[in-house]
C-alpha cells in the first residue's frame, strides 16, 4: 500500500503537472491584471504560460513524467487561458466579438462529440499537429494583440505580427476541428462495421 501511495504521488507531483497547475493560477491574475489595465503585466502572464505551455510537454515526453493527470491539466489550462483571453480582450474591445464567437462554436463542435465517443466507447482521438500548431498560433498571437495596445514601436509591430497569428491559428483550429469530426466518424464507422 505504501509503494502504490508513493507511485500514485510520483505521477501527481511530476514538474509538467506542476508547470500546467501554475498555468491555472495564472488565469485569474491575467484577468485580474485586464481589468485593472496593467497591460504590459497581463502580456507577461501570457508569455509565461506561452513557454510554460511548451515546457510541460517537452519535459514529460523526455524525461518520461507523462501521466493520465497531465493529459488532462495541460489542454484545460490551454482551453482556460484561450477562453479568458479572448474574452478578455473583446471586453476590453481589443479584438471583436464575431471571433469569440467563432472560437467558442469550434469548441462547441469538438465538445457535442463527447456523447458519440461515450456511446461507442471510444477514446478520446489524439492530438493532430495541425491542432497544436493552432494552439500555439493563438497562445503567441493573444498576447501579441494586447501588446499591440501599447502606443510604441513594440505596440504597433506587436498588433501586426499578434494579428497574423491570429488568423493563422484561427483558421488551423478550425481545420484541426472539422478534421477531429473526420477522426470520430471514421472510428464510429469502424466499429459500426465490425
Given amino acids: 500500500m505504501n509503494e502504490d501511495l508513493r507511485s500514485l504521488r510520483a505521477q501527481l507531483w511530476t514538474v509538467p503537472n506542476l508547470l500546467s497547475v501554475a498555468r491555472l493560477i495564472g488565469v485569474p491574475v491575467f484577468l485580474w491584471l485586464i481589468a485593472t489595465r496593467h497591460d504590459l503585466w497581463a ?3 501570457l508569455v509565461i504560460s506561452g513557454v510554460t505551455d511548451y515546457l510541460d510537454g517537452q519535459i514529460a515526453r523526455r524525461f518520461g513524467q ?3 493527470l ?3 491539466l495541460d489542454p484545460l489550462a490551454d482551453r482556460l487561458y484561450i477562453l479568458s483571453t479572448i474574452v478578455a480582450l473583446a471586453w476590453r474591445s481589443m479584438i471583436p466579438w464575431w471571433l469569440v464567437v467563432a472560437l467558442l462554436a469550434r469548441e462547441v463542435m469538438v465538445f457535442a ?3 458519440t465517443l461515450r456511446k461507442h466507447q471510444l477514446p478520446i482521438p489524439p492530438v493532430h499537429f495541425i491542432g497544436k500548431a493552432a494552439t500555439f498560433c493563438l497562445i503567441y498571437g493573444f498576447p501579441l494583440v494586447l501588446l499591440g495596445s501599447l502606443d510604441n514601436g ?6 501586426v505580427v499578434g ?6 491559428g484561427t483558421a488551423l483550429y478550425w481545420l484541426a476541428g472539422l478534421m477531429y469530426v473526420g477522426q470520430v466518424r471514421g472510428m464510429v464507422q469502424r466499429v459500426r462495421t465490425a
Fill in 43 to 45: 502580456f507577461w502572464v
Fill in 66 to 68: 507523462v501521466t493520465r
Fill in 70 to 72: 497531465g493529459q488532462l
Fill in 113 to 115: 462529440l463527447g456523447p
Fill in 154 to 159: 513594440w505596440g504597433h509591430t506587436g498588433r
Fill in 163 to 168: 494579428w497574423a497569428f491570429v488568423w493563422w
